[in-house]
T-cell receptor, first 114, second 115 residues
Framework: QKEVEQDPGPLSVPEGAIVSLNCTYSNSAFQYFMWYRQYSRKGPELLMYTYSSGNKEDGRFTAQVDKSSKYISLFIRDSQPSDSATYLCAMSVYSGGGADGLTFGKGTHLIIQP | DTAVSQTPKYLVTQMGNDKSIKCEQN?????MYWYKQDSKKFLKIMFSYNNKELIINETVPNRFSPKSPDKAHLNLHINSLELGDSAVYFCASSHSLDTINQPQHFGDGTRLSIL
């Protein structure tokens, strides 16, 4: 079993829909949870960064962490075609990545249809 | 200004050759990383450097050697390239190993193809 599980998709939704992306993990030592967005032929770009359980909102994006269930989510409201990308969840024991770096999910390929 | 920059963006070479990939960050970060993204898009840590000291080496073959001339640069040298080395290599940096609210920033990757 991989440390971080993420459905690779593709996930295709119409413009304006609410998108839900999820990851599960097995290592209970993870405390810092991130969502990165990666466009084709580009590096991962940080979207959301959260510590421990709870919700965090930034514009159209909401990140949720449920440490008891080892489950994290990213919600995108009013989705736009420009949101089409691969979304990677990442997590670490230490805030900067620490000695172990970040552990990534495989990424979900999201397509927003105009 | 690009925060984390890698060169070259594309690298096509033959099996058995030796090549280097360069990475520079202008964020003043103390810690830098190399990740490998394979054909299935799975990103996996290879090395991290903190203040020019190697912190981890995640079971990477010793044909791969990171070299850091100063804390703003972390280069990746690969000897005797093999077909399985074909991947996208990403450099990243963070403020330090453990600072609150200071996540990693990534470069745009170097696409290595072995013929």
């Amino acid at each position: 079993q991989k440390e971080v599980e993420q459905d690779p998709g593709p996930l295709s939704v119409p413009e304006g829909a609410i998108v839900s992306l999820n990851c599960t993990y097995s290592n209970s030592a993870f405390q810092y949870f991130m969502w990165y967005r990666q466009y084709s032929r580009k590096g991962p770009e940080l979207l959301m960064y959260t510590y421990s359980s709870g919700n965090k909102e930034d514009g159209r994006f909401t990140a949720q962490v449920d440490k008891s269930s080892k489950y994290i989510s990213l919600f995108i409201r009013d989705s736009q075609p420009s949101d089409s990308a691969t979304y990677l969840c990442a997590m670490s024991v230490y805030s900067g990545g620490g000695a172990d770096g970040l552990t990534f999910g495989k990424g979900t390929h999201l397509i927003i249809q105009p | 200004d690009t925060a984390v920059s890698q060169t070259p963006k594309y690298l096509v070479t033959q099996m058995g050759n030796d090549k280097s990939i360069k990475c520079e960050q202008n964020l003043g970060h103390d810690t830098m990383y190399w990740y490998k993204q394979d054909s299935k898009k799975f990103l996996k840590i290879m090395f991290s450097y903190n203040n020019k000291e190697l912190i981890i080496n995640e079971t990477v073959p010793n044909r791969f050697s990171p070299k850091s001339p100063d804390k703003a640069h972390l280069n990746l040298h690969i000897n005797s390239l093999e077909l399985g080395d074909s991947a996208v290599y990403f450099c990243a940096s963070s403020h330090s190993l453990d600072t609150i609210n200071q996540p990693q920033h990534f470069g745009d990757g170097t696409r290595l193809s072995i013929l």
